[in-house]
């Protein structure tokens, strides 16, 4: 990774931007798709839509199709993030705010340092990320937590919907880290992208969605774009540009820049509550994954999709 010096001031500013509001978007952008378009053919589609595009931008730019090796961990890796880590946040989101998914989405590096201590030969955590470990859970509880602590109660079936997406992508992020994946970073994305959307849809069917065209709203069909062309093409292109140019660390700010963007916007545009519990207990879960974040010292890993489990 070259220092971000490299390249011209302006453009870094305009990526990190790009990075931290367009990815902080998309669980907003999740609820008003969902509205009215059934939450796991929405995702289906969303994700065929972007791994056609982002796998024919690989292949074009020379990549091969894939190996078989390659193709099944895209399928593990896409049932992972893609069904269980998304396809959960979008199912949730017909329950909670945009905002309260993402601080809960925000616990997926939490989820990642338990899995990767308990594994034969993984890493212990240090002091701070024991301490980021706390402050996250008890930012959790506080925002989940009985309604006697303050503010409006979480529905607690939608919160345990995404603790599990949450976790799924903590599995899904661990066990691609030793498995077969092709060299170039776009081909393994546009793969796991199609792998996970054909699952996402299987899932739709196998649950009874219906995908009724004239009923979808054209805020509705807006998002969808918005989800597949800004949040997984832009958003990801400016990931993968800033992951060149500047350091690992830098970039990694994203995991607790995005949550606070995603609170914000679902106040400011859906009305979504905002009070001093959601407020405390975002504050809480942020500094828990900057604890945990800035204590890592591995570099860190392009997600498998869009960045998150948005």
Do not use: H
Not at 89 to 114: C, D, F, K, N, Y
Not at 276 to 301: C, D, E, H, K, S
């Amino acid at each position: 990774m070259s220092d971000d010096s490299a390249a011209p001031l302006g453009a870094v500013l305009a990526a990190f931007a790009a990075l931290y509001v367009i990815w902080g978007s998309t669980y907003l952008g999740i609820r008003f798709a969902i509205e009215t378009m059934p939450p796991f053919t929405m995702a289906g589609v969303r994700f065929l839509c972007a791994g056609t595009l982002i796998y024919g931008w690989a292949r074009a730019r020379g990549a091969g199709p894939g190996t078989r090796p390659q193709w099944q961990t895209a399928a593990i890796v896409g049932a992972l993030l893609l069904l269980g880590g998304n396809g959960g946040v979008t199912w949730a989101e017909q329950r909670i705010p945009s905002g309260i998914a993402a601080l809960l989405v925000a616990s997926t590096p939490m989820w990642m340092v338990v899995l990767d201590a308990l594994r034969p030969g993984g890493e212990r955590p240090g002091p701070s990320v024991v301490a980021g470990l706390a402050v996250g859970v008890a930012g959790i509880v506080l925002l989940v937590g009985p309604s006697d602590l303050g503010g409006e109660p979480v529905d607690t079936v939608g919160a345990l919907a995404v603790a599990a997406a949450a976790f799924c992508w903590a599995v899904g992020s661990v066990y691609q880290r030793g498995a077969p994946k092709a060299d170039s970073t776009l081909l393994n994305v546009g793969m796991q992208m199609l792998a996970g959307g054909t699952l996402l849809l299987l899932v739709g069917v196998g649950l009874g969605e219906r995908l009724d065209v004239s009923a979808v709203s054209a805020r509705s069909a807006l998002a969808l774009a918005y989800l597949v062309l800004v949040g997984a093409i832009v958003g990801y292109s400016a990931y993968v540009w800033l992951l060149k140019v500047s350091s690992p660390a830098k970039v990694s700010t994203y995991a607790y820049v995005n949550p606070v963007v995603a609170v914000l916007l679902g106040w400011a545009l859906a009305d979504e509550p905002m009070g001093p519990r959601v407020i405390a207990a975002g504050a809480a879960v942020v500094a828990a994954v900057a604890l945990i974040t800035t204590a890592r010292t591995a570099p860190a890993r392009p997600p498998s999709a869009d960045g998150t489990v948005r």
